[in-house]
């Protein structure tokens, strides 16, 4: 079964980047599937952020397109959300998950436990 | 963007009820409905997708319906176990929107 990791800072700056790595077990990333971000603000519901599709392929939440960037990297297994220019309403719990691609109906199957980020001087 | 409205935002239940949760799409979606169940602290779990297919390991109390821009969610038997907040989200195209939440308690 595979398993997702979240991993990053739990306290960034205002204006500085905001860098999450999702560590995945138990799949190889480069076999399929497509790779998400999701974020969940403070008694907010959930916001769907980016996802990419092995190898390059990226789609973005379009009030996020200027600032944010996920990638990822096969030979580690890794994938990662980079967000620049971060202010408070960046605040939430960040959420990496497996979703399903073509040949589902694009559900997002399994979840990190997820982290939280919180934007403060 | 497709918006999604999920009604109502909460909801007072027992266990044994049979509860519906609503969820509407600014705009079809075809059968691209997901639900999530996430319980306080937790992340979210896949419920049903593609409108009324259940993953492995979802009890069988939980069925989904509807297409186009109306779906339900109805649990047949409220567990104590089922009292969390429901997700709808539309997969039909980017950006991927989530409904506001329900809040059953």
């Known amino acids: 079964q595979v398993h997702l990791q979240e991993s990053g800072p739990g306290l960034v700056k205002p204006s500085e980047t905001l860098s999450l790595t999702c560590n995945v077990s138990?799949?190889?990333?480069?076999?399929?599937?497509?790779w998400v971000w999701i974020r969940q603000a403070p008694g907010r519901g959930l916001e769907w952020v980016a996802t990419i599709y092995p190898p390059h392929n990226t789609f973005y939440l379009p009030s996020l397109k200027r600032r944010a960037s996920i990638s990822l990297d096969t030979s580690q297994n890794q994938f990662f959300l980079r967000l620049t220019s971060v202010t408070a309403a960046d605040t939430a719990v960040y959420y990496c998950?497996?979703?399903?691609?073509?040949?589902?109906?694009?559900?997002?199957?399994?979840w990190g436990q997820g982290i939280q980020v919180t934007v403060s001087s | 963007d497709i918006q999604m409205t999920q009604s109502p935002s909460s909801l007072s239940a027992s266990v044994g009820d049979r509860v519906t949760i609503t969820c509407r799409a600014s705009?079809?979606?075809?059968?691209?409905l997901n639900w999530y169940q996430q319980k306080p602290g937790k992340a979210p779990r896949l419920l049903i997708y593609?409108?009324?297919r259940l993953p492995s390991g979802v009890p069988s109390r939980f069925s989904g319906s509807g297409s186009g821009t109306d779906f339900t969610l109805t649990i047949n038997g409220l567990q104590p176990e089922d009292f969390a907040t429901y997700h709808c989200q539309q997969t039909y195209r980017t950006p991927y929107s989530f409904g506001q939440g329900t809040k059953l308690e």
């Open positions: 593609a409108v009324s």
């Open positions: 705009e079809t979606v075809s059968v691209y």
């Open positions: 998950a497996r979703q399903a691609g073509s040949s589902g109906w694009y559900e997002l199957e399994s």
């Open positions: 138990n799949y190889s990333i480069r076999d399929g599937f497509y």
